[in-house]
């Protein structure tokens, strides 16, 4: 059964465009305010932020990367999300600021399909959940529920963030349900479309 989730539009447009059009409310951008910026370096495949309490609360409260001898390492998709929370601010490891596009340049340099699964990823921490890679289950992301953090229980889906232009052949499709079945997971597929939109697909196996 393929159950689909009501539409809602991301925080962001193309990469060229501003992030949101949106005015914030006065609270919000009061809050944003207090927040202390914290710094970070680009370092290959990860985000390296600067030791220090600040930066150690994006773990603490949010499960952003993980903690390694008082820093916290990010993923490239981490490291931007923060980015353009202006949480965090980004210097190449020759000390230059790095910019939005230049990252983004970057990171698809890394994983080609980086921009379709930043889409799906800042969609859902926008909603508040959690989310985190899936490797280890043969998926994208793993996705806790809201409230939840990992080694509190288990994630609640695995996602797999799809270009809506992209084809998948029965066979691929199948073999997603089984991975998430295997993992006792509930399976979603975020179809990402031209304007930066996602859809979410519930798919459950079903016994007639």
Do not use: C
Not at 101 to 115: D, G, I, L, M
Not at 121 to 137: C, H, P, S, W
């Amino acid at each position: 059964m393929v159950k689909k989730t009501t539409k809602k539009k991301s925080a962001g447009a193309a990469v060229s465009e501003t992030p949101s059009g949106k005015k914030k409310k006065k609270s919000e951008t009061k809050d944003t305010s207090k927040k202390k910026v914290v710094m970070g370096i680009l370092a290959g495949e990860r985000v390296i932020t600067e030791s220090s309490d600040e930066a150690r609360e994006f773990y603490n409260q949010s499960r952003f990367g993980t903690i390694s001898e008082g820093k916290v390492e990010l993923s490239l998709l981490e490291g931007l999300y923060l980015m353009e929370k202006s949480r965090l601010v980004i210097k190449s490891e020759a000390g230059r600021k790095v910019v939005f596009e230049t990252y983004v340049k970057k990171a698809r340099k890394v994983e080609p399909n980086f921009w379709i699964r930043y889409i799906v990823f800042r969609d859902m921490r926008n909603r508040g959940y959690i989310i985190k890679t899936a490797l280890k289950f043969g998926a994208d992301f793993r996705v806790y529920d809201r409230g939840v953090k990992p080694g509190e229980d288990h994630a609640r889906w695995i996602i797999y963030p799809v270009n809506e232009g992209s084809t998948l052949t029965w066979h691929e499709f199948s073999a997603k349900n089984r991975v998430a079945h295997s993992t006792k997971k509930k399976l979603l597929m975020g179809i990402v479309d031209a304007e930066n939109d996602v859809t979410y697909y519930e798919i459950r196996w079903m016994r007639p």
